[in-house]
């Protein structure tokens, strides 16, 4: 079978299907493609099931990429009120978490069914499984130019667009249907791909140097994390393997190997200070520092210090001056270096991707192959935790919608 279509997006997911529907309410054909027997599974494993769908305080600033500016046009033509009105339209609850999180009352599921409700009531074609044999476009144009660029085939048939979307996603959860598909197209075409990575990721550390750690596995704290000029303050989790937690997840996007993390466990104190204040004090050190952070994780912390820097576990009345600078100075930034990540097993994300370089800003439009369009994880364009990718799913798909 043979169809000739507007467009075909490959990818069912956040950013495909908001692609398809602002595509199709413009009169176009749209057929969206997916190998995945289920739709949009990132939605709906999202944010434990609850989908933190955007995040009201989205600004450039809060993502990643080679060329920082490339979302900022995309993001300010569809912004988080927009998605917040189309859930309001479909009697969708939500409500923010914490800084400017928002998830779904109802759960993930209830975003993906509004999503294909949209899809239907557009008249978007969805395939689900498809499975992609081969990609061609066609150039120079025929003699009698029918407005098709690409050729696809597939196991529902042969599709010839006039545009083609690719919203295929990273590389980022494998076992939910992660594949390189969206780079291989790219490469196919001469378009450029950057340094692809796992971001929002767990890291690990060498098991010899993690042993003193392993077994504080559980123990969550409210830290901050430094990487180069980025700091993030929220809760870190211990683990087996290493550390887990919001502060972590956001760091990690930063993160380069080999290079070490500093730690402040005690955010908001000048740990000194309160060090002096109780000088005089018969309180043991262990207990004085438990007023401020979980017991088992000092007494393991305390333990796990070289005995030139702490000869012990005394009343602080037996310290000196010069003991009590240098424990302040380990609590507020102690300095490790990860041996690597969880990989993409555990990452929530893919960091770099399609190169902007090649992409229309405006319109998401690949600039020497006219008729292709990346949109979504794909790009080389990666938020931070708490809704921003969803937010830049939304709207390079809503951006690609209005010009594929």
């Not at 927009?82 to 479909?90: M, S």
């Not at 009531?121 to 025929?142: E, F, N, Q, Y």
Request: hydrophobic residues 35%; glycine residues 10%; charged residues 20%.
């Amino acid at each position: 079978m043979s169809t000739k279509i507007d467009v075909a997006i490959v990818g069912a997911g956040a950013a495909g299907m908001m692609c398809a529907i602002e595509a199709a309410r413009r009169g176009r054909s749209v057929c969206v493609l997916d190998h995945s027997k289920k739709l949009a599974e990132k939605i709906r494993i999202s944010g434990g099931g609850r989908c933190n769908f955007t995040n009201l305080h989205t600004k450039p600033e809060n993502y990643l990429s080679a060329n920082p500016n490339y979302c900022r046009s995309a993001l300010a033509r569809y912004t988080p009120q927009d998605f917040i009105a189309w859930l309001n339209k479909h009697d969708i609850g939500y409500h923010e978490k914490k800084l400017g999180q928002l998830f779904c009352d109802q759960g993930s599921m209830a975003v993906i069914t509004m999503l294909k409700k949209e899809c239907d009531t557009a008249g978007v074609r969805l395939l689900a499984p498809c499975s992609i044999a081969t990609v061609d476009h066609m150039s120079p144009p025929p003699p009698q130019d029918t407005g098709e660029r690409f050729h696809i085939q597939t196991d529902h048939g042969t599709f010839h667009p006039q545009s083609l979307v690719i919203a295929s996603g990273g590389l980022s959860i494998p076992k939910i249907g992660a594949t390189p598909f969206g780079y291989r197209i790219a490469q196919q075409f001469g378009i450029p791909v950057t340094k692809l990575k796992p971001g929002l990721v767990p890291l690990s550390f060498h098991p010899d140097d993690w042993s003193s750690y392993s077994d504080l596995a559980g123990v969550s704290l409210d830290a901050e994390v430094s990487y180069g000029r980025q700091t993030f303050r929220e809760g870190i989790l211990f683990t087996h393997r290493g550390l887990s937690g919001p502060a972590i997840l956001q760091i990690s996007s930063y993160w380069e190997p080999g290079q070490p993390l500093h730690i402040n466990f005690m955010p908001g104190h000048d740990t000194l200070k309160l060090f002096l204040e109780q000088r005089d004090s018969r309180m043991l050190l262990s207990n004085f520092f438990a007023q401020y952070l979980p017991k088992r994780f000092i007494e393991k912390w305390c333990a796990t210090l070289p005995k030139n820097i702490l000869s012990g576990d005394k009343p602080l009345n037996q310290y000196s001056e010069k003991e009590i600078g240098t424990l302040s100075a380990q609590l507020s930034n102690w300095e490790i270096t990860p041996s690597g990540t969880l990989g993409y097993s555990k990452a929530e994300v893919t960091c770099g991707g399609v190169s902007t370089d090649a992409l229309s800003s405006k319109t998401m439009e690949a600039s020497q192959v006219p008729g292709l369009y990346f949109i979504g994880e794909v790009v080389d364009v990666t938020g931070q935790l708490g809704g921003y990718n969803f937010q830049w799913a939304w709207a390079s798909g809503y951006a690609a919608g209005q010009h594929c």
